[in-house]
Structures are given as C-alpha cells and as structure tokens.
C-alpha cells in the first residue's frame, strides 16, 4: 500500500523507465527541436518591419552598407520656402483620413547614401540624435512601414545641425524623395539653424512646402499654426542627473551661466552683479583649468570653479539671454535643474508655445529692460515663483529630457491640428500628473459651474449722467438673476440724488461714493460684493434687453474664468509702424470684449486693484483711459484664455448721448487706446491677448420657431 500511494503521487507506473543516458539524450533533442519552433514563430507572427526592428541601431545607420544615389549637378532644387503656408494651403489632411484611434501614420523614408557628381559625400553618417528621434518615432503608434497609409513623412536625411550640412546637395537629395511633391507633408527636424555671419533663424535649406520643426524661430521665420517651435537638445540631459530639488529660496537669486556672451549683454550683467551684490552671480568660461577637465562641465567667476550644470540648482532665477542663434540648449539645463528661466531674447518662439503656457514656469524681459531685471524679479511672490520652480521641472520631464520626448511632443501638435476634436486640453498639456488628479482643472479653482441660484452683482460707474443711469438701473433689475445693484459714484463735487429719486427696484441698490475721480474705482473689491459673478455697465449702456444679460450671464456660468462680454474690439500688428494697434471697427475677430458691459468673477478685481503689474494702474487712473484694456489684459495673462463674444448686437449706448457726455467718443480716445494696448504689452513682457473668430448665441436664436420656444427671444441684431 505504501509503494502503491508513492508511485500515485509521480505518475502512472505503467511505463517502463528508460536509461539515464538515452532519456538525456531525447530530453536534450526535444529541447533543441521546440526552442527552434518557438524562435520560428516568433520570427513569423511578431509585428515587426525592417524599418521598426534591427535596421533601426546607430552602427545600421552608417552610410557605408545603404543604397547610393547619385545627385547630378543639374538635380532639382525645392523652392526657398513658403512663408504664407498654413495647415490649411500647404498641407494635404485627406492623406490622414479617418482612423478610429484618432493618430496620423507617419512614414520614416529607408537610409540611402547621397553623393554629388564627383562622388563626395551629402552626409556622412546619422547623428546620435537623430537617431534616437528617428527610434523613437518608429517605436511609438505614429508610425506606420506603409508609405501608402502615411500622413506624414520624415526623411532619414539628418538636418538637426545646419553646421554640418551642404546647403543645396541637402536640398537636392529632400528633392529626390519618392513622395516629396513640394514637400507636401513632410516634416524636417532641425536646431542649430543658419550659419555665419547672420545666424538666420530658420533652416536654410529650401524646403518648400515642408513643416519645419525648429529649435531658433523668431517671429519673423515662424508659420504659426503650420511650424513647430522646439528645444534645442541638450547633451548633459542624458550626460548628467540632477535630483529634484524642493521648490523654494535658493542660495543667489539671478544666476547667469553662459560662456561667450556679446560684450553689451556681459556689460549689463555684470553691472547688475555690482549693484546686487551675491545675490548675483554671473558665471563665464574657466580659463585655468587643468589638462584633462571638460570645460563644457565647469564655469568660473573670477577664482571659484563651479560645476556645471550642478550649479544651477543654487540659483532661484537663471538667464537665458540670445547667442549667435535665438534657440539656447540652456533653457534645458536651466529647466532641469528647477531654475525658473528668465528669457531675454526679443522675437524669440519659445519651445511648444503653441500649447504650453510659458508663463506658469518663465519670465519673459524684453532686452531693453534688463537693467530693471532685478526689480522685476523682486516684484514675483514666493508662492508663485515655487510654482514656476515646480513648473519648470514638469516642463523639462515631460518634453525636454530626450530625443523620444521632443519628437512625441512634435507629433503631437500636429496631431491635436488634424484631430482637433480629439485634441489634448490645455490642462493635459501644462499640468503636472498630480494637477491632474488632485482637483478640477479650473484656474480658479471655481467649481466648473457655479450655482445659478446666487446671481450676480452689477456694479455701474457714473458721474453725472443721472437720467441715463436711472434707465440703465431699470433695463438691468429686469435680469432675473440679478441680486444686487451696486452703483460707484465717481463724482466727487456733486452729491448723488436724494433717495426717493432713485428707481424702485426688486433688489438690494447700494451706492458707494469715491474719493478721487478714477477709472479704476469700477475694479475695486467692494465688501458689498457677495456673488462670485459681477456685472460691470456703463451708465450710458441702456439698450441691452434682459434676455441678452440673463444669456450673458448663463454662459459666464459655463466659462467663470473668462471675461464674457459684449463689445468686441481686436488688437492688430501695425507693419508699417511696427507697433500694436487698437481695432474697433467690425470685423471677423475678437480679442478683447469692452468691460462697460462684461460679467467676470470678482476675483479679478481683487488682482487689478493689489496685483497689476508695473504702473499699469496709476498708468489708467492718470490718463482717464483703457482700464477695460487692462482687465483684458489681466484676465488674459493670468488664465492664458481668450474672452468670448455674447449675442450679436453691436450698438448699446443710448442715442442721446453726445461727445461731451462719453468719454469714450473723444477725438484722442482711438490713439490713446493703440498707446495703452502698447504700454501694457511692454510691462507684461507679452501679449497675453488671444484672437478667436467666434461668439456666444442662444441655441434657438436664428431657428424658425415660435418666440415662446425660445429661452431667450428677445435678443437684439445690431
């Protein structure tokens, strides 16, 4: 019984047992025989391609083992370049078409051996960059081996570095590409853009048609909308790991880092150093270094041998001032190391600006205000430059750190531009994981729609237009979500009516009598504020019915961040005079909605009154002009938003009003207002303003359909 339960637990005993050395031997050739089905298999049915798999390696990429093409001297050149190209002239979407995960196929073109007639090489080999972008693009759901399916087409023709290139050989072998027609849908990396004497700040070798993905443009060289602004690539990245430091003060608060700076730019750091004393600390290129030390891992001032890029970890703010190119490797260290960037370089495109908010993690100074950098910088709270600080290193993780990560980001605006409704938000692009996941992505951290039940407060500066305001006090206590009327008697040598003159209204009206005659008054946080919502109207706007505020008001509810308005005036770029202009006229688009008739959130006018950068305020107050510029300008800057248009009348002050009586219709009104949209972008160190081709309506505002249908059908047309 015994015997019989130890055989049970083995195995049937029925077969006889074999010889050690023969089941070896079978053992040994049934391993031998399956491993080579497995290996077959795998061979066989593992996705694979010769592009996506082992042609992919540094060593394959050498020239030396690849098709030779030969370009004659007479081979075909592209065109320069086409500066008007936007998505919508230059690029062909029908080659994307419809796929259900939303992600264009980009083709990458096999390695081929370019010569010229003599038979001198185009290029020699593939940098290490390009090879690690051209990987990660083969490894990630971009890519497609089926030219036939591609959207998008990158050549194996490495253009990063502009130093190593032969300008038309480079162009007549982009020429030679099988699916190139003008460059159509082809996508060109490059960083190190132009060459001696004038550094231009674009790739110069004509393209085309092509979308340039470039590490140097200036406003003039960038296809907005059609061109992608990257990084320039640093080494140390991969070279050197610099631990996440807490966010915080840090030992000197400006730091500069850059060897071989034009003498003008040394000249004003260093009297910058003089006059701050340690708490700058301006760095250059270590002459005394021992044999054997890399120079590109040290700086000195004067005797002190600093360590590169470890150093910047010590500095609260760090320079990134313009070279011999507008695009600076810098910024990426500055941003690995935590250091919030401080970019002085005019016309400069900052990387991926189209869909990051450089303003959370940077500070942007035109170069004729370094000398007030200081001052600047000063101004910053400590709580917000900690959240630059934290910014900053999000940024540099997410789309800095690599290769992989330039060329994904790369790819993906591109994609958001062809499947915009499957586009990534502005939350998912600027913040951080635990952002994400922490709350709702509000700005305001307002609940995404505050209740209707609270209302909200319209306040209506006046001086002396009585008769006027009384009408303007009747037209608004008929919005039913009105809760309190707050008018702000800005007229100090004249008492307001008596009040058994004022309107009998159904809700709380409180006047509040100024000090000093200012614009800025209509923005003060006034303690008889209780709502979130606030209504700013002029005296003079009487001809907006109650279904437009009550309307007005339930968008406002949907968006609590933006200013919701509705006059709608635009800034424009004036060429010939090289400076902003104020546009009032109709046209197509917005970027500003007036605030004598705007709903925004009371918050705002907490930052206009304690937290308006530079003198914009006192700036206002003096000339009697554009306060309503400013909040735009305010709202704008702080959420990165554009303001949004409600209903389409166009017309709203009262009839009877004359150019004595408004402000606004003086003669000098129109140039000073261009004045103030100029003033205030010089103290921004930006436009933060954003141009949009839409407005706000009622669903049933146009439709054929009985008025009593309508929510909201009394809505004027001009």
């Known amino acids: 019984m015994c015997a019989s339960a130890k ?42 391609s010769i592009e996506s798999s082992s042609d992919w390696t540094v060593e394959k990429r050498s020239v030396h083992d690849v098709p030779v093409v030969k370009l004659p001297a007479e081979s075909p050149i592209p065109e320069r370049g086409d500066l008007s190209c936007r998505m919508h002239t230059c690029f062909d979407v029908y080659r994307c078409g419809f796929n259900p995960k939303n992600k264009i196929k980009v083709y990458i073109y096999s390695l081929k051996k370019y010569v010229d ?34 959207c998008l087409f990158v050549p194996s023709i490495d253009v990063l570095n502009q130093n190593t290139l032969r300008i038309k050989e480079t162009a007549q072998a982009l020429a030679q590409l099988s699916r190139w027609d003008r460059g159509t849908n082809h996508l060109l990396f490059n960083m190190l853009p132009g060459g001696p004497p004038d550094y231009n700040t674009a790739l110069d070798v004509p393209r085309d048609r092509a979308l340039l993905a470039g590490g140097g443009f200036s406003t003039w060289t960038y296809r907005q909308g059609y061109d992608v602004s990257i990084p320039v690539y640093s080494p140390l990245s991969a070279e050197v790991e610099l631990p996440e430091r807490r966010p915080g003060p840090r030992r000197y608060f400006i730091l500069s880092s850059q060897m071989a700076l034009h003498p003008e730019y040394r000249s004003d750091l260093e009297a910058l150093q003089a006059e701050n004393g340690e708490s700058v600390l301006i760095l250059d290129k270590c002459t005394n270094l021992s044999e054997g030390v890399p120079s590109v891992r040290k700086r000195c001032h004067k005797n002190q041998v600093f360590d590169y890029p470890q150093v910047l970890q010590e500095a609260t703010f760090c320079i990134v001032l313009r070279g011999a190119r507008l695009g600076q490797a810098v ?48 101004s910053i709270p400590q709580r917000q430059i900690e959240e630059m600080q934290r910014q900053a290193r999000w940024f540099w993780e ?9 060329a994904l980001a790369t790819l993906q605006i591109i994609n958001d531009r062809i499947y915009p409704y499957a586009a990534m938000s502005y939350e998912e692009w600027n913040d951080p994981p635990a952002v994400k996941w922490s709350s709702v992505s509000n700005p305001l951290f307002l609940p995404l729609i505050p ?158 009154t304690y937290k308006m950068p530079g003198d914009i305020k006192n700036w206002v ?27 389409p009348r166009k017309k709203f002050k009262c009839p009877e009003c004359t150019a004595i009586d408004g402000l606004s219709l003086d003669q000098t009104h129109m140039v000073e207002r261009s004045e103030c949209i100029n003033k205030f972008a010089s103290v921004f160190g930006t436009m933060p303003l954003k141009v949009v081709e839409h407005r706000a309506d009622p669903v049933l505002y146009k439709d054929d359909f009985p008025e009593k249908l309508k929510s909201f059908p009394n809505i004027g047309s001009l």
């Open 7 to 48: 055989y049970n637990t083995r195995g049937p005993a029925l077969i006889p047992r074999m010889k050690t050395k023969h089941r070896i031997y079978y053992i040994t050739l049934f391993s031998i025989v399956l491993l080579g089905l497995i290996a077959t298999g795998m061979f066989q049915f593992w996705p694979h």
């Open 117 to 150: 007639e003599y038979g001198m090489l185009v290029s020699n080999t593939i940098s290490r960059e390009y090879n690690e972008l051209l990987t990660a693009i083969s490894d990630s759901d971009f890519y497609t081996d089926d030219v036939n399916r591609a």
């Open 331 to 378: 910024l990426s260290d500055v941003l690995q190391a935590g250091c919030v960037p401080v970019v002085i370089a005019d016309s400069y495109i900052l990387p991926f600006s189209e869909v990051l908010d450089w303003k959370r993690a940077s500070v942007v100074i035109p170069e004729e205000k370094m000398p007030e950098m200081y001052s600047i910088l000063q």
């Open 398 to 406: 997410a789309y800095f750190r690599s290769m992989k990560a330039i």
């Open 451 to 608: 209740p209707q039940s609270q209302g909200f407060t319209a306040i209506v500066l006046t001086y002396d237009r009585v008769e006027s305001l009384f009408r303007v006090i009747t037209e608004v206590s008929k919005v039913p979500s009105l809760s309190k009327l707050l008018v702000v008697w800005n007229n100090q040598n004249k008492n307001p009516p008596e009040d058994s003159l004022w309107p009998k209204i159904r809700v709380p009206l409180k006047v509040v009598k100024t000090t000093e005659n200012k614009l800025s008054n209509r923005f003060f946080p006034y303690d008889e504020i209780e709502t979130e919502a606030v209504l700013a109207i002029d005296d003079d706007i009487i001809m907006l019915t109650s279904d437009e505020l009550q309307f007005g008001y339930e968008v406002w509810r949907e968006f609590p961040d933006r200013l919701v308005g509705y006059p709608g005036r635009l800034h424009l770029w004036d060429h010939e005079m090289n400076k902003w202009k104020y546009e009032s006229e109709w046209t197509n688009e917005v970027s500003m909605v007036l605030t004598g008739a705007a709903f925004y959130h009371k918050y705002f006018n907490y930052l206009y």
């Open 621 to 647: 107050d003096a000339h009697m002009n554009c306060e309503d510029i400013a909040m735009n300008f305010l709202v704008a800057n702080v959420t990165g938003k554009a303001v949004i248009k409600v209903t």
